[in-house]
């Protein structure tokens, strides 16, 4: 069971993987938000049941309800990749009905000595992929993330080429956004690297987004270039998966997207701002370098938060001192 924000259950999938990889006689029945399950499509052995939240799932009589659901499909244990209030719930039923559980650790307090502004303890902890796998060796499946397989590039339908075209070019993606102002790279900034970027007519450019107000800022990116196309609001959730497969390079910020593209094999490199890949959110099997991070010797207090909610009066500017210069160097290595 894992619900919340796309690149929280995009995190899951390669620990499932694995997890097929090495059991692959095993049934396992993902429990998430029902728009998610085309990141489970290609796992074999794995069954998604959509949650309700709204509905049949709501309340304690909802879970009460999905949990008897569950137990009809004879389940010998329950894996807690979630670890909070409704997973509890689902987890205490299991327990007390006689079966495995196990949950994530979520590691707040060591977090906290991470992102704490006095005695400030900076130090890389155990990654989201590491404590899933560790819920899985709990409940006498221990798997190995060491060596992961990625599903083939998907096919691409005539309704995707229809708003990108052929691949001709090397096809770069750009996610700019993130939930967080604190996590979210100066538009400005992110303006000179997509125009260093497209100079290079042997580069495309698709920039990925949602919402109203962030469709209408990369159209806006896109009106003084022929090889810059924003794919945002004109693609379904499964047909952008799809498309991200294909990309040569994805550049994103500490957020879903990014986390996508390593789940299905695509190089990402990811800026960060308030927060820090030593939190153990860094996209899946991405070297280091990857991780653009602000300078700590400007802002010793970095990371300032676990997910990026929390503003620090004075470190607005962090992120500037990414350069569009080592962005771009980085986005052509």
Excluded: C
Excluded at 149 to 157: A, G, R
Excluded at 280 to 290: I, L
Aim: glycine share 6%; hydrophobic share 40%.
């Amino acid at each position: 069971m894992r619900l919340s924000a796309m690149g929280d259950v995009a995190m899951t999938v390669p620990v499932l993987r694995a997890f097929n990889a090495k059991y692959p006689n095993v049934i396992i029945t993902v429990i998430s938000n029902p728009f998610f399950q085309p990141l489970f499509k290609d796992i074999p052995n794995v069954h998604f049941l959509s949650f309700d939240k709204k509905g049949k799932h709501k309340g304690f009589i909802g879970l009460l309800r999905l949990f008897l659901d569950l137990r009809k499909t004879n389940i010998d244990a329950f894996a807690d990749l979630h670890n909070v209030l409704r997973s509890k719930v689902i987890r205490v039923l299991f327990a007390l009905s006689g079966k495995k559980v196990a949950y994530t650790d979520k590691g707040r307090t060591e977090k906290k000595e991470v992102t704490r502004a006095v005695n400030k303890i900076f130090r890389p902890l155990p990654t989201v992929f590491e404590r899933h796998a560790k819920v899985f060796e709990e409940l006498g499946f221990p798997i190995d993330l060491s060596n992961p397989t990625f599903p083939e590039k998907s096919k691409l339908s005539p309704e995707i080429l229809s708003v990108v075209g052929e691949k001709t070019q090397k096809w770069i993606g750009i996610a700019p956004f993130a939930q967080h102002d604190s996590k979210v790279y100066p538009l400005d900034l992110m303006e000179k690297v997509i125009d260093q970027l497209a100079q290079n007519p042997g580069n495309k450019i698709l920039l990925f987004g949602g919402g109203k107000k962030e469709i209408e800022t990369l159209e806006s990116l896109t009106k003084s270039y022929n090889n810059v196309i924003s794919v945002a609001g004109k693609l379904k959730f499964n047909q952008e998966i799809h498309l991200i497969s294909n990309l040569d390079v994805m550049l994103s910020m500490d957020s879903g997207n990014g986390h996508i593209a390593a789940i299905f094999g695509a190089k990402t490199i990811t800026l960060w701002g308030a927060t820090h890949p030593y939190l153990g959110f860094s996209p899946f099997h991405q070297p280091e370098e990857n991780s653009l991070v602000s300078d700590r010797n400007l802002y010793p207090k970095l990371p300032t938060s676990i997910y990026g909610n929390k503003k620090v009066e004075g470190y607005e500017d962090a992120m500037r001192t990414i350069s569009p210069e080592s962005v771009v160097e980085k986005v052509i290595q």
